[in-house]
């Protein structure tokens, strides 16, 4: 490994503590992310590399629960995200994290705000 690539993995594996942080125990995180508790202690380790994809919904996740945080406590952002939100048509906003619909998620936190 480089050092750019060394670089990019430690910026990662800050990111994913920082998502821990936010989500409040790694098993809300590794929810988040869709992957096992275990899998998530090998990312933030660096044990295993964080593929592109995983890059794509750790920033998808972190911004979304920043933005998140800005209109609920962070105990009631888990029941927002998992619950069916009529703004996105009956669909849970995690999955819309998932194909990358990001700004579709924002769009029905601004109407939560409003």
Not at 75 to 100: H, K, M, T
Request: glycine share 8%; net charge positive; with cysteine.
């Amino acid at each position: 490994m480089n050092a750019v690539e060394a670089t990019a993995s430690l910026r990662t594996r800050e990111r994913l503590r920082l998502l821990v942080k936010r989500a409040g125990s790694q098993r809300a995180a590794a929810r988040y992310l869709g992957v096992s508790v275990r899998s998530l202690g090998r990312l933030v380790t660096g044990e295993t590399a964080v593929g592109q994809d995983m890059a794509a919904r750790l920033e998808a996740v972190n911004y979304v629960l920043a933005r998140a945080e800005q209109v609920w406590a962070p105990q009631a952002i888990e029941g927002w995200l998992y619950g069916c939100n009529s703004v996105l048509d009956g669909v849970r906003p995690i999955d819309f994290v998932g194909s990358g619909r990001v700004q579709e998620i924002v769009q029905a936190l601004e109407v939560a705000r409003a």
